[in-house]
């Protein structure tokens, strides 16, 4: 008795699964990865944001320190008495605060009175309604004042600092103001990777390492920036686990997918973001993917020729054993038919001799 044939499964019913579910297995990794990766990247762009933003810091404490040391200085106190003009001592207060900002690189340094008329300066031109001014107001009030700003006529940042000098009755009697120039205390942002940006209270950008980022804003509730001059650019925000990504086209210096970091620093007044371009993270992430799904279709298709070469040897070994049992069988006939043909024989011959 033959045995029946093994049918042979069609493939792409095994295959086709097992690709869908290594293709599933594959995106769970690249999402881990991805977010794995992004907290990577989170670490370093924060340990770079803070050092930009500490330097920044530092940089505004020395304006700083610097305008409360000379705000009681005799030379410039002296100016507050109420003489009549004394042409050497304000030339001597002159020299004195040249001589300052020049050390400390301040952009200018004036010497005010309580009703912010300049007594002495380091350079012509005061700052434009400083009597008017929010960080004027405080020095008079007896408390160290500082702002931002962008000057009218120059278009130039700088911030603003302001501290009281106070006359024998202690009472104020006049104020110090130190201007900072932004451009010089970013100088040394711009060799940072990491794109890092200022934005004060109105959501503009007031300092940054990519210059092309001066004087944006955004819009609140929006999903908008504004350019200083030109249309709105519109940016999508996705949230990958507790990670907030951009997609925004700022620039060909300007990461299109960026991981947004931000840190706020209340004692200016502003907020420091960082964008981290993300591509690398996505690179290593499609890597890992990539790895665990070619490991898994190699096991797969190792598996797949081992069941194939098994089912052609059942197959093979079915169709000898079915040739073999044709064989026996056919020989049997055969050996019927020949002990018939020999009984049949035999019964004549014996049917002849009784005959003769």
């Given at each position: 008795?033959?045995?029946?044939?093994?049918?042979?499964?069609?493939w792409p019913l095994v295959v086709l699964p097992f690709v869908l579910a290594v293709a599933v297995i594959g995106e769970v990794v690249w999402h881990y990865a991805y977010r794995q990766e992004l907290?990577?990247?989170?670490?370093?762009?924060?340990?770079?944001?803070?050092?930009?933003?500490?330097?920044?810091?530092?940089?505004?404490?020395?304006?700083?320190?610097?305008?409360?040391?000379?705000?009681?200085?005799?030379?410039?106190?002296?100016?507050?008495?109420?003489?009549?003009?004394?042409?050497?001592?304000?030339?001597?207060?002159?020299?004195?605060?040249?001589?300052?900002?020049?050390?400390?690189?301040?952009?200018?340094?004036?010497?005010?009175?309580?009703?912010?008329?300049?007594?002495?300066?380091?350079?012509?031109?005061?700052?434009?309604?400083?009597?008017?001014?929010?960080?004027?107001?405080?020095?008079?009030?007896?408390?160290?004042?500082?702002?931002?700003?962008?000057?009218?006529?120059?278009?130039?940042?700088?911030?603003?600092?302001?501290?009281?000098?106070?006359?024998?009755?202690?009472?104020?009697?006049?104020?110090?103001?130190?201007?900072?120039?932004?451009?010089?205390?970013?100088?040394?942002?711009?060799?940072?990777?990491?794109?890092?940006?200022?934005?004060?209270?109105?959501?503009?950008?007031?300092?940054?390492?990519?210059?092309?980022?001066?004087?944006?804003?955004?819009?609140?509730?929006?999903?908008?920036?504004?350019?200083?001059?030109?249309?709105?650019?519109?940016?999508?925000?996705?949230?990958?686990?507790?990670?907030?990504?951009?997609?925004?086209?700022?620039?060909?210096?300007?990461?299109?997918?960026?991981l947004q970091l931000a840190q706020a620093l209340p004692r200016i007044g502003m907020t420091g973001v960082a964008l981290v371009d993300v591509a690398p993270a996505r690179?290593?992430?499609?890597?890992?993917?990539?790895?665990?799904?070619?490991?898994?279709?190699?096991?797969?298709?190792?598996?797949?020729?081992?069941?194939?070469?098994?089912?052609?040897?059942?197959?093979?070994?079915?169709?000898?054993?079915?040739?073999?049992?044709?064989?026996?069988?056919?020989?049997?006939?055969?050996?019927?038919?020949?002990?018939?043909?020999?009984?049949?024989?035999?019964?004549?011959?014996?049917?002849?001799?009784?005959?003769?």
């Amino acid at each position: 008795m033959s045995r029946m044939p093994i049918r042979k499964p069609t493939w792409p019913l095994v295959v086709l699964p097992f690709v869908l579910a290594v293709a599933v297995i594959g995106e769970v990794v690249w999402h881990y990865a991805y977010r794995q990766e992004l907290s990577q990247l989170e670490r370093r762009g924060t340990a770079d944001m803070s050092l930009v933003l500490g330097g920044l810091i530092s940089d505004l404490q020395r304006h700083r320190d610097q305008a409360v040391a000379l705000a009681e200085h005799p030379t410039l106190t002296a100016l507050s008495t109420p003489t009549r003009v004394n042409p050497a001592r304000q030339e001597a207060a002159r020299q004195l605060l040249v001589a300052a900002a020049d050390r400390t690189g301040a952009a200018a340094l004036f010497y005010v009175n309580i009703s912010g008329d300049v007594l002495a300066a380091s350079q012509a031109d005061p700052p434009e309604q400083l009597a008017q001014s929010d960080y004027f107001s405080r020095a008079m009030d007896g408390a160290l004042g500082s702002a931002h700003a962008v000057e009218g006529g120059t278009g130039r940042r700088v911030f603003q600092f302001a501290a009281p000098s106070f006359g024998p009755d202690g009472k104020v009697q006049g104020a110090l103001i130190a201007l900072a120039d932004a451009e010089n205390v970013e100088f040394g942002w711009r060799g940072s990777q990491t794109a890092v940006f200022l934005v004060d209270d109105a959501g503009r950008v007031f300092m940054s390492n990519r210059s092309e980022l001066l004087g944006w804003r955004g819009i609140p509730g929006e999903r908008l920036l504004v350019p200083p001059d030109g249309a709105p650019v519109g940016f999508l925000r996705q949230s990958v686990g507790p990670h907030e990504i951009w997609q925004v086209n700022l620039g060909p210096y300007l990461p299109r997918r960026a991981l947004q970091l931000a840190q706020a620093l209340p004692r200016i007044g502003m907020t420091g973001v960082a964008l981290v371009d993300v591509a690398p993270a996505r690179q290593i992430a499609a890597l890992q993917a990539g790895a665990v799904a070619s490991v898994l279709l190699f096991f797969g298709a190792l598996l797949f020729l081992t069941q194939e070469r098994r089912r052609d040897l059942a197959r093979a070994n079915a169709q000898l054993e079915g040739r073999v049992a044709e064989r026996t069988a056919t020989l049997t006939q055969t050996n019927l038919a020949l002990r018939r043909e020999v009984r049949e024989r035999q019964e004549a011959q014996a049917a002849l001799k009784r005959a003769q």
